[in-house]
């Protein structure tokens, strides 16, 4: 046993080892502060009011978050040299292996980091792993960088700094001390070698135990939390933590932002047109409306009801199981026999992170949620920074953990100036806090709803407001209360739906009191489409079917009843701004529904692969390249494929394609919004 383990004959020296990993962790994370800081220095014009116009506790929380995640990612490896429970790793030689190693990753970190301080100035946000691509077939790349360096030579000094720093500042448990022997010589060989096993089994038991606590933690903290309401952190997140879109790059470092669009499928500009005005002929998403217009102030009130598809409204489906179907929404019902509703109406995603971007902003999303994307650092707006021009006041309220699902980051980037979550729920005193927890994702929708609507009464009018609701989500629960009320029926999530519906009611009951009630518009959607039991709503394009309703209760916007006509969620935002004479040009994919022809409204929706395009009451499946199929819309399951028989087929290829390459060309350039100022 004699020179097997070192470090074991106290508690503190088998500790040394792990400790020293703590150590130089923290170094890792001084400097990644260090590193930002000389980010924030060089673009300082940029972000002149970073420090003051921020609070210091979101910066901080924001950095740690991005920090922990990229450190942690970085340093696997280390990690593994330095905590996996083998006496091995006491070894000097060891030791020195992981130093090196620890240098060298962090080196690597430093290094990007601080060619990004220079490289922000022409993209206006953190590299991507898109940069790649971006100069994969440049050959003068080695003049570009010698260049560079010359003119920033205070960076590459600053970045032999932090590399010395990492050299010199680590802690090393075993410096030039080899393997210990394990415990006191002593005369009686059985009392040493018994005393000796005890101290390797001590050694193992402790050092193990430290490496299965770090897994855990480790991946905590490369996701960005621990709770079942919280996804993997994503760029986009950084704009929960400061008050302009532009001040993320200085929460988030550049592993970070690399690492995390690794792998991840890249909006590849497709060919299909010649040139740009070609393409901008048949399709444009800038909408240029009559600059004389009359604003008409009206406030706007938006529910994204969380998976409240289409299919669960009795007076949207007059026609399902032969007329017999009431559906599960007894509210929404009467509500849409005072309001306009659309013949045909979709949303754009599949899931809550791709309704935000398609009601709000007017952006569908195409091969991936445009949230988890590096467009999502793109320069881009929607309904709330459109009515900020004329003095509104914008909130956006979710009931569930503030930042939960990247809503939070995503309200303050396009421009909500308020957002109100599970926290400021809790804060307000005529609510139950915390007892109207669902206990997993947020508080119930109709003590929340109730809170929405008092709220709104605070703020000063015109407003615009968005709720999106959360207990018509899995598990599908619903409070103890209205177990008997509303009783398990057909699916799962029935019962949710119908106690959405009853928390609607109630909050339109207590809105009518309010003074600003009959000078609101109302919308009410679903973010997606969720489980079915009718065939029409599981197939390709019925799984994309959510309500869009438009209820103004002073009658004086539009007449009521259903359209003829196609709905989307990317139709919303330009309805909305076109029914209030906004007066400005502005950026959004979709159309104005009450000033576009039925028979030139359209959806487009991306299913596993396939573009799915509506229009003159036909279903067109391109994958990119080939129209795969064509249906008439009233083949409800997609039996007769039409493709190739008839001369409109042609038409609308031609349009989806100039719809898809105008998104693929706006993403990749950060063209986003009208006349982007750092659009070339």
Same mark, same amino acid.
């Given at each position: 046993?004699?020179?097997?383990?070192?470090?074991s004959?106290?508690?503190?020296t088998?500790?040394?080892?792990?400790?020293?990993?703590?150590w130089?962790?923290?170094?890792?994370?001084?400097?990644?502060?260090?590193?930002?800081?000389?980010?924030?220095?060089?673009?300082?014009?940029?972000?002149?009011?970073?420090?003051s116009?921020?609070?210091?506790?979101?910066?901080?929380?924001?950095?740690?978050?991005?920090?922990?995640?990229?450190i942690?990612?970085?340093?696997?490896?280390?990690?593994?040299?330095?905590l996996?429970?083998?006496?091995?790793?006491?070894?000097?030689?060891?030791?020195?292996t992981?130093?090196?190693?620890?240098?060298?990753?962090?080196s690597?970190?430093?290094?990007?980091?601080?060619?990004?301080?220079?490289?922000?100035?022409?993209?206006?946000?953190?590299t991507?792993?898109?940069?790649?691509?971006?100069?994969?077939?440049?050959?003068?790349?080695?003049?570009?960088?010698?260049?560079?360096?010359?003119?920033?030579?205070?960076?590459?000094?600053?970045?032999?700094?932090?590399?010395?720093?990492?050299?010199?500042?680590? !802690?090393?448990?075993?410096?030039?001390?080899?393997?210990?022997?394990?415990?006191p010589?002593?005369?009686?060989?059985?009392?040493?070698?018994?005393?000796?096993?005890?101290?390797?089994?001590?050694?193992?038991?402790?050092?193990?135990?430290l490496?299965?606590?770090?897994?855990?933690?480790?991946?905590?903290?490369?996701?960005?939390?621990?709770?079942?309401?919280v996804?993997?952190?994503?760029?986009?997140?950084?704009?929960?933590?400061?008050?302009?879109?532009?001040?993320?790059?200085?929460?988030?470092?550049?592993?970070?932002?690399?690492?995390?669009?690794?792998?991840?499928?890249?909006?590849?500009?497709?060919?299909?047109?010649?040139?740009a005005d070609?393409m901008?002929q048949?399709?444009?998403?800038?909408?240029?409306?009559? /600059?004389?217009?009359?604003?008409?102030?009206?406030?706007?009130?938006?529910?994204?009801?969380?998976?409240?598809?289409?299919?669960?409204?009795?007076?949207?489906?007059?026609?399902?199981?032969?007329?017999?179907?009431?559906?599960?929404? /007894?509210?929404?019902d009467?509500?849409?026999?005072?309001?306009?509703?659309?013949?045909?109406?979709?949303?754009?995603?599949?899931?809550?992170?791709?309704?935000?971007p398609?009601?709000?902003?007017?952006?569908?999303?195409?091969?991936?949620?445009?949230?988890?994307?590096?467009?999502?650092?793109n320069?881009?707006?929607?309904?709330?920074?459109?009515?900020?021009?004329?003095?509104?006041?914008?909130?956006?309220?979710?009931?569930?953990?503030?930042?939960?699902m990247?809503?939070q980051?995503?309200?303050?980037?396009?421009?909500?100036?308020k957002?109100?979550?599970?926290?400021?729920?809790?804060?307000d005193?005529?609510?139950n806090?915390?007892?109207?927890?669902?206990?997993?994702?947020?508080?119930?929708?109709?003590?929340?709803?109730q809170?929405?609507c008092?709220q709104?009464?605070e703020l000063?009018? /015109?407003?615009?407001?968005?709720?999106f609701?959360?207990?018509?989500?899995?598990?599908?629960?619903?409070?103890?209360?209205? !177990?008997?009320t509303?009783?398990?029926?057909?699916?799962?999530?029935h019962?949710?739906?119908?106690?959405?519906?009853?928390?609607?009611r109630?909050?339109?009951?207590?809105?009518?009191?309010?003074?600003?009630?009959?000078?609101?518009?109302?919308?009410?959607t679903?973010?997606?489409?969720n489980?079915?039991?009718?065939?029409?709503?599981?197939?390709?394009?019925?799984?994309?079917?959510? /309500?869009?309703?438009?209820?103004?209760?002073?009658?004086?916007?539009?007449?009521?009843?259903?359209r003829?006509?196609?709905?989307?969620?990317?139709?919303?935002?330009?309805?909305?701004?076109?029914?209030?004479?906004?007066?400005?040009p502005?950026?959004?994919?979709?159309?104005?529904?009450?000033?576009?022809?039925?028979?030139?409204?359209w959806?487009?929706?991306?299913?596993?692969?396939?573009?799915?395009?509506?229009?003159?009451? !036909?279903?067109?499946?391109?994958?990119?390249?080939?129209?795969?199929?064509?249906?008439?819309?009233?083949?409800?399951?997609?039996?007769?494929?039409l493709?190739?028989?008839e001369?409109?087929?042609?038409?609308?290829?031609r349009?989806?394609?100039?719809?898809?390459?105008q998104?693929?060309?706006?993403?990749?350039?950060n063209?986003?919004v009208?006349?982007?100022?750092?659009?070339?």
């Open positions: 046993m004699k020179n097997l383990l070192p470090y004959r106290t508690f503190t088998m500790l040394r080892t792990p400790l020293s990993f703590v130089n962790i923290a170094l890792a994370y001084v400097v990644y502060w260090l590193c930002r800081l000389t980010f924030w220095a060089e673009n300082f014009s940029s972000f002149p009011q970073f420090w116009g921020n609070s210091l506790k979101d910066i901080f929380t924001g950095a740690w978050m991005f920090d922990t995640s990229a942690l990612y970085t340093n696997v490896l280390y990690a593994m040299l330095m996996f429970p083998l006496h091995l790793k006491e070894l000097r030689w060891w030791q020195l992981a130093k090196w190693l620890f240098v060298l990753v962090n690597l970190a430093v290094i990007i980091n601080l060619c990004d301080a220079v490289y922000f100035q022409y993209t206006g946000r953190r991507t792993t898109t940069v790649f691509l971006e100069f994969s077939n440049e050959g003068n790349l080695g003049s570009i960088v010698g260049v560079e360096l010359l003119r920033h030579w205070y960076l590459v000094i600053t970045g032999i700094a932090l590399i010395l720093l990492l050299w010199k500042v680590y !802690r090393q448990p075993c410096e030039d001390r080899g393997l210990l022997t394990i415990g010589q002593s005369s009686n060989h059985k009392t040493t070698l018994f005393s000796s096993k005890l101290q390797v089994f001590g050694y193992y038991l402790l050092h193990l135990i490496f299965v606590a770090y897994i855990p933690l480790t991946v905590i903290g490369m996701r960005g939390g621990a709770t079942t309401a996804r993997p952190i994503t760029i986009s997140n950084a704009n929960q933590y400061v008050a302009r879109p532009a001040e993320a790059a200085v929460i988030l470092n550049t592993p970070f932002s690399l690492i995390r669009t690794v792998g991840k499928a890249k909006f590849v500009t497709p060919k299909y047109f010649g040139s070609e901008e048949i399709y444009t998403p800038i909408h240029h409306p009559k /600059p004389d217009s009359s604003l008409v102030k009206k406030n706007v009130v938006v529910f994204i009801l969380e998976s409240f598809g289409r299919e669960y409204i009795g007076a949207l489906n007059e026609v399902l199981e032969d007329g017999h179907y009431a559906g599960y929404t /007894p509210f929404v009467e509500l849409c026999h005072k309001s306009t509703t659309f013949q045909w109406s979709f949303c754009n995603g599949r899931k809550s992170i791709d309704g935000m398609s009601v709000l902003s007017s952006i569908p999303m195409f091969v991936e949620p445009f949230v988890l994307t590096p467009a999502s650092m320069a881009f707006g929607g309904l709330a920074q459109e009515l900020n021009k004329h003095g509104y006041e914008t909130a956006f309220f979710h009931g569930a953990e503030n930042g939960s990247g809503f980051a995503f309200a303050r980037k396009t421009g909500f100036q957002y109100f979550g599970r926290t400021e729920y809790n804060a005193r005529r609510f806090g915390d007892k109207d927890f669902d206990g997993l994702w947020a508080i119930w929708d109709e003590p929340f709803m809170f929405y008092a709104m009464s000063k009018e /015109p407003f615009m407001t968005a709720l609701s959360a207990t018509s989500h899995h598990p599908y629960k619903i409070p103890t209360a209205y !177990r008997d509303f009783p398990e029926e057909g699916l799962i999530i019962k949710c739906i119908r106690y959405t519906d009853h928390a609607l109630r909050f339109f009951e207590e809105a009518r009191k309010q003074p600003w009630f009959k000078n609101t518009l109302f919308v009410l679903s973010d997606h489409t489980l079915s039991d009718h065939d029409f709503y599981q197939s390709d394009i019925g799984g994309f079917c959510s /309500p869009i309703i438009f209820y103004d209760p002073s009658g004086e916007l539009f007449e009521t009843g259903m003829k006509g196609i709905a989307q969620h990317i139709d919303i935002m330009p309805s909305v701004l076109g029914l209030l004479n906004h007066d400005e502005y950026f959004a994919f979709g159309c104005d529904l009450f000033h576009t022809p039925a028979d030139s409204t959806a487009v929706n991306y299913n596993n692969g396939i573009y799915q395009y509506v229009k003159h009451n !036909r279903l067109l499946q391109f994958d990119g390249v080939h129209t795969r199929a064509f249906y008439e819309l009233s083949d409800s399951l997609l039996e007769h494929n493709l190739d028989t001369p409109i087929q042609t038409s609308m290829e349009e989806l394609k100039a719809i898809i390459q998104y693929m060309v706006r993403m990749n350039e063209r986003l009208f006349n982007n100022p750092s659009t070339p």
